[in-house]
């Protein structure tokens, strides 16, 4: 039996070549997209809300909050009546300082005892790199105060722990006229 010849048009004829063409990046997306559809849970579409509150950050926190400058600020700083603002960044060096008093107040540094190698409890021989660096960064947030004219009021970690009526008469000492009376 002769062959016969293929008919070179209509919807339905079969390529010629023996070369598969490769799907498009659409396409394959869109055949994907129809998989995951057809699965449980489309993921394309948002999370049902729950009722429940979402946690919103007030500002961009670079750095991670201490529990003790928390305590800090609940201890001490919101019962005097302060206004502060967190994680003031100082940007021409770019660094932070754990709180600045509003308006154009002093700067407050809480210290941790092992973290800042506090000299009454660590001699200068027995610091580690961390306790050196951070030492280093210290210093040069000092200068920056100094340099122009703000003033830089410290606080250990270990005045805090041991003598908070202590801390709280220096600060309301050396904050006198950022003090609100409520």
């Known amino acids: 039996m002769p062959k016969q ?53 007030t500002h961009k926190q670079e750095y991670g909050t201490s529990k003790l400058e928390q305590r800090f600020a609940s201890n001490f700083l919101d019962k005097l009546g302060i206004e502060y603002k ?17 308006p154009k107040g002093p700067i407050i540094e809480v210290q941790g005892s092992y973290w800042h190698g506090d000299k009454r409890l660590y001699e200068e021989k027995d610091l580690n790199s961390v306790q050196r660096r951070n030492m280093k960064v210290d210093e040069k947030k000092r200068r920056w105060c100094s340099m122009n004219g703000i003033k830089l009021i410290y606080v250990w970690e270990e005045d805090i722990n ?21």
């Open 162 to 182: 041991k003598d908070p009526e202590g801390v709280m008469k220096f600060l309301r000492e050396e904050l006198k006229g950022y003090i609100n009376r409520k």
């Open 86 to 102: 967190y994680q003031f960044k100082a940007e021409s060096i770019g660094r932070y300082f754990d709180f600045r008093v509003l």
């Open 5 to 57: 010849p293929l008919k070179k048009s209509g919807p339905f004829q079969k390529p010629r070549s023996k070369t598969v063409r490769k799907p498009s990046a659409e396409e394959t997306q869109r055949k994907n997209v129809r998989k995951s559809a057809s699965k449980n849970k489309d993921k394309r579409l948002p999370p049902k809300h729950t009722g429940k509150k979402k946690w919103v950050r």
